[in-house]
């Protein structure tokens, strides 16, 4: 809903985050979002190498579970955090993971495809790729070409 109204409301600028494991058609529905092709559509794909990937979702998991839970010195006990959302835990399973990651490697290697038959029908349509791996956060934009995924490689 929130969505829906932004668009009808012409906001500035929207941020959507997706897994990326299929292409967002659903988006390019003029009839459900009456004025989408006023927006440029910027589309995003951060890559980096598997081992990151997991390392980042472990991580992040820790972080937040020690928000939610802390330990109070006052009383000593754990408690929880209600000003924070609780942690989202993710499947650190590596065929699991190597799977929607597949998912991810193809919707990107078809994205041009889709891609173009909407800009035909007048969707202003951007993609950039930026290279973004460990946690320095040394990003930086390569191009959109297959040797873009070299960094996905699934062994």
Not at 13 to 26: A, H, K, Q, R, Y
Request: a positive charge.
């Amino acid at each position: 809903m929130k969505l829906y109204d932004a668009i009808k409301l012409n906001k500035k600028d929207i941020i959507l985050e997706s897994t990326g494991e299929v292409f967002p058609e659903w988006l390019f529905d003029s009839s459900r979002f009456k004025n989408i092709k006023k927006f440029k559509i910027i589309l995003i794909w951060f890559i980096a190498p598997f081992n990151d990937l997991i390392d980042r979702n472990i991580n992040r998991s820790i972080k937040t579970m020690k928000d939610y839970i802390y330990y109070d010195k006052e009383h000593k006990k754990y408690k929880i955090n209600d000003m924070k959302l609780p942690p989202r835990l993710p499947n650190t399973n590596t065929s699991i993971y190597k799977q929607k990651l597949s998912n991810i490697i193809n919707t990107f290697n078809n994205k041009n495809e889709i891609i173009e038959k909407l800009r035909d029908k007048g969707y202003n349509i951007d993609v950039k790729i930026y290279y973004n791996p460990n946690k320095k956060s040394n990003i930086k934009y390569i191009k959109d070409n297959a040797k873009s995924m070299k960094y996905y490689m699934l062994k």
